[in-house]
């Protein structure tokens, strides 16, 4: 009798973890930050932006029916990807592809790399670069790929310029692998920073759009009011009071692993992503979408 109890205990307990998993790996966050139009200006009263990064091409829905109905539901007026829409474990583009198709009918989107996507380097049977066939898919369905460039865009009534910074920089050359940040170039990085920032004249708002959040210090020589960043996926385990776990390219309790980080004029939005690393579940850590609205 004891032994039939303690089995039935433990069914459940199981079936419990399962649906907390699935609960906490599915349901979309939606964390909106709001900034005054006082420090930004009238001429960008209203401007809805959403976040999104690290979909590790996970769907959330038919090809990614439901996060493309969430992210409309926002109403943004410009949509900024962060990285890592692929994932090296899979040889597939379809779920990446399947939400920008829907994102560009939203809102225009403006894409970086991730290290998932310079993971993608040559396909065995075309021998051509996956990250350059990717790239074209996205081209071609208007997405705009900032890689080491800046763009300007109206909107509303003023002009932003959206800055974004190629995630090779912040890889090992040619093999594709995360670098730490003291093996970076740091004044190289800056260097490329201070070249992104001479593309363009003066907007009423600048944006820096970067894979990894470990580099702030370095991306807020842009000037850039707003960072956009992803890659830490919250610390993957959130535990109440204390934080993430553990990040790539920052250890075991990450600093900037979700949430806002401000240094010099910038600030940085780090989204905690959609989808998974390596490690296969979120605990405490919903996938998040992130609205920065000016009003
Ligand atoms: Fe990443």
Redesign the pocket.
């Known amino acids: 009798m004891m032994k039939k109890t303690l089995s039935l205990g433990a069914a459940i307990g199981a079936v419990a973890l399962g649906a907390m998993a699935y609960y906490g790996n599915n349901k979309i966050d939606v964390t909106e930050h709001s900034y005054s139009k006082e420090d930004f200006g009238e001429n960008l009263d209203g401007l809805r932006m959403v976040h999104l990064s ?1 979909l590790q091409m996970k769907s959330f829905g038919q090809g990614n029916k439901k996060l493309a109905s969430r992210v409309k539901s926002l109403r943004p007026d410009l949509i900024f990807f962060t ?2 829409a692929l994932d090296r474990r899979y040889e597939s583009f379809d779920n990446a592809i399947a939400l920008m198709e829907k994102l560009v009918d939203i809102a225009p989107v403006f894409f970086v790399d ?3 996507e310079r993971a993608f380097v040559i396909d065995d049977e075309t021998k051509q670069s996956m990250l350059e066939i990717f790239h074209e898919e996205l081209k071609k369905l208007g997405v705009r790929i900032l890689s080491n460039s800046s763009e300007a865009v109206k909107v509303r009534n003023g002009k932003i310029r959206i800055m974004g910074l190629d995630e090779k920089e912040v890889m090992i050359p040619g093999k594709n692998r995360l670098k730490k940040r003291e093996d970076v170039d740091l004044g190289s990085l800056e260097e490329t920073i201070r070249s992104i920032k001479s593309q363009g004249d003066d907007c009423d708002l600048t944006v820096f759009l970067a ?2 959040p470990q580099f702030i210090k370095e991306y807020s020589t842009s000037d850039a009011d707003f960072v956009f960043s ?2 830490a996926h919250g610390g993957q385990v959130r535990i109440p009071f204390i934080g993430g776990i553990f990040a ?1 390219g920052q250890g075991f309790l990450p600093q900037m692993s979700e949430g806002v980080i401000v240094h010099g004029r910038s600030i940085m939005m780090v989204s905690r992503g959609l989808g998974n ?1 390596s490690f296969p579940v979120r605990v405490f850590n919903c996938p998040e979408i992130i609205l920065a609205v000016i009003e």
């Open positions: 690290d990285g890592d991730g290290n998932h894979h990894e992803g890659h790539p690393s």
